[in-house]
Antibody, heavy 125, light 107 residues
Framework: QVQLQQWGAGLLKPSETLSLTCAVSGGSFSVYSWSWIRQPPGKGLEWIGEILHSGGTNYNPSLKSRLTISIDTSKNQISLKLTSVTAADTAVYYC???????????????????WGRGTTVTVSS | DIQMTQSPSSLSASVRDRVTITCRASQDITNYLNWYQQKPGKAPKLLIYAASSLQSGVPSRFSGSGSGTDFTLTITSLQPEDFATYYCQQSHSTPDTFGQGTKLEIK
């Protein structure tokens, strides 16, 4: 059974860089795309970005200038780096596997079917 | 970005009730629509993908329907474990976007 284990610094000061890692175990890695999603305290879900099985990336435009998502296929890990954090970046951060379903004709359905447990990140001076 | 709007934002219901949650997209997303359930302190769980396909292991009392801009999640015969927050999410175009959530509470 696929499991996603996340880790990273939980307390940051404004202007620091948020770094999180998500390790995948128990299943295939390189055939999937992988997403990051965050949830501020008491609020809804926000899609941060993704790294595709091809190695390409898609980022939320609201975060693009500060965001890097990368992959280490030798370790089955995905990483997220967000620079110049502020209190607005305080959230629970999730990694998730993005499953692809192909139906005729040329319908590509993506959905996040396996999630990590989340990492709480607090930005405070 | 495609805006996703859920209604209602909160809902009170009783065990064995039937409930319907609505999700509206700001533009046509065909059926590129997923539903998730989230319980406090837990990661979201996929319920429905491609608007109406039930994820493996999800009880059949959950169902999804709709296409274009209007979608519904229906739960027949609510069970105690169904009280949670539900989110829709579009995967038609990047960035993926979520609805604001519908909190389902026990009456």
């Amino acid at each position: 059974q696929v499991q996603l284990q996340q880790w990273g610094a939980g307390l940051l000061k404004p202007s620091e860089t948020l770094s999180l890692t998500c390790a995948v175990s128990g299943g295939s890695f390189s055939v999937y795309s992988w997403s990051w999603i965050r949830q501020p305290p008491g609020k809804g879900l926000e899609w941060i970005g993704e790294i595709l099985h091809s190695g390409g990336t898609n980022y939320n435009p609201s975060l693009k200038s500060r965001l890097t998502i990368s992959i280490d296929t030798s370790k089955n890990q995905i990483s997220l780096k967000l620079t110049s954090v502020t209190a607005a970046d305080t959230a629970v951060y999730y990694c998730a596997r993005k499953q692809l379903l192909v139906r005729p004709v040329f319908h590509y359905y993506y959905y996040m079917d396996v999630w990590g447990r989340g990492t709480t990140v607090t930005v405070s001076s | 970005d495609i805006q996703m709007t859920q209604s209602p934002s909160s809902l009170s219901a009783s065990v064995r009730d039937r409930v319907t949650i609505t999700c509206r997209a700001s533009q046509d997303i065909t059926n590129y629509l997923n539903w998730y359930q989230q319980k406090p302190g837990k990661a979201p769980k996929l319920l429905i993908y491609a608007a109406s396909s039930l994820q493996s292991g999800v009880p059949s009392r959950f169902s999804g329907s709709g296409s274009g801009t209007d979608f519904t999640l229906t739960i027949t015969s609510l069970q105690p474990e169904d009280f949670a927050t539900y989110y829709c999410q579009q995967s038609h175009s990047t960035p993926d976007t979520f609805g604001q959530g519908t909190k389902l509470e026990i009456k």
